[in-house]
């Protein structure tokens, strides 16, 4: 089992969240919300739309997302689906723990979970307004474009 953090698409009623409930590819079971412990730049980015987190610490917003347990076929599923190494880079960093779902008798302080971040990306991207979360459908009106539709 690993952990993962999502934040963009992934989340519950966000476009791409139906990857995480279809069995056929593994499984991921929600585990709480929290939020990341550093600050990163969260921008929606490219002509569609889809949301970046930045790999640099230091900058942008707390971020909130959901922390999911999966096993090895679903993170490989998501490796595939997030293509990684190219498009994101699977990388480790600190999630605070908002609220908790999983087993154990206390919510855990602060747990390291994989994200799916980018270090490689146009550097005017540095300049796109910071999100603290995602929504596909929020006021900034960057709807995210589905695959299927490009
Ligand atoms: N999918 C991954 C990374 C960005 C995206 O849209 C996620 O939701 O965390």
Not at 55 to 65: I, M, S
Not at 108 to 131: D, I, K, M, N, R
Request: proline letters at 8%; a neutral charge; one cysteine or more.
């Amino acid at each position: 089992m690993a952990l993962v953090f999502v934040y963009g698409t992934l989340k519950r009623g966000q476009p791409n969240h139906k990857v995480l409930l279809d069995g056929t590819n593994g499984s991921a079971a929600f585990r709480g919300h929290g939020h990341t412990a550093e600050p990163y730049p969260l921008v929606i980015a490219g002509e569609h739309n889809i949301p970046r987190l930045l790999n640099l610490p230091g900058k942008g917003h707390r971020v909130a997302g959901e922390i999911y347990a999966v096993d090895k076929q679903m993170l490989r599923f998501l490796d595939d689906f997030e293509q990684c190494p190219h498009m994101y880079q699977r990388t480790e960093l600190s999630v605070r723990v908002l609220q908790w779902e999983g087993p154990g008798p206390a919510a855990p302080g602060a747990l390291q979970c994989f994200v799916y971040s980018t270090a490689t990306y146009a550097p005017e991207w540095v300049h796109l307004p910071y999100l603290d979360s995602y929504d596909s459908e929020g006021q900034h009106g960057l709807r995210y474009n589905p695959r299927e539709n490009r």
